[in-house]
């Protein structure tokens, strides 16, 4: 089985509201549209840490692939880096983890389209089991455009923009992620 798959736009899945089971109040609802890509991954030995689960670092690996590929289908991945010379750098991230993943694990990452202004990019991922539809974890991060020849934030081109804005009305959600937004505090 290959490491990892990219579906990107518009190949066809079930719904998302069909991961959506009583009892289960993490799986998937049906708050989304739909995601700009899922990904595919399979989590490996090497990846597992001494309690016997995925290690956090590989969260953020597998939520890294999941990037390249909504890039990718943005027209803002590695293609258009070496034709343009513009990139995005990941600026900000939170990762939320719910439940454990294990060894041999079938990951599905479901990657959304929060936002879009002139130099920044804001997106979503949920990881899920790929078998029981439980939602593993989440990540929002936040990208801004970067001019490599300077290595400063640029604007994106206009026709990159429009695009944008144009996948935005497609793939952002409905209402935002509850997790989205977050910040780590204790309780009260």
């Known amino acids: 089985m290959p490491f ?95 439940r454990e993943v294990h060894d041999g694990d079938r990951l599905l990452v479901r990657s959304w389209l929060l936002g879009a202004d002139t130099k920044r990019l804001h997106y979503f991922h949920e990881m899920f089991h790929a078998d029981s539809g439980e939602r593993s974890a989440v990540q929002e991060l936040l990208a801004l455009h970067i001019d490599m020849s300077i290595r400063r934030v640029a604007p994106f081109p206009p026709d990159v923009h429009t695009a944008l804005q144009r996948a935005l009305k497609t793939h952002a959600p409905a209402t935002p992620p509850k997790e989205a937004g977050r910040r780590i505090a204790l309780p009260g």
């Open 4 to 98: 990892f798959r990219i579906d990107a736009l518009h190949r066809q899945r079930p719904s998302p509201t069909s991961l959506t089971e009583a009892g289960f109040p993490n799986k998937l609802c049906g708050i989304m549209s739909k995601p700009v890509t899922e990904m595919e991954a399979v989590v490996r030995p090497e990846w597992i840490d001494s309690n016997g689960h995925l290690n956090l670092a590989y969260y953020v690996v597998v939520f890294d692939l999941a990037t390249d590929a909504l890039y990718a289908a943005l027209n803002i991945g590695d293609a258009y880096r070496e034709a343009s010379g513009f990139s995005c750098f990941t600026v900000e991230t939170h990762t939320l983890y719910e």
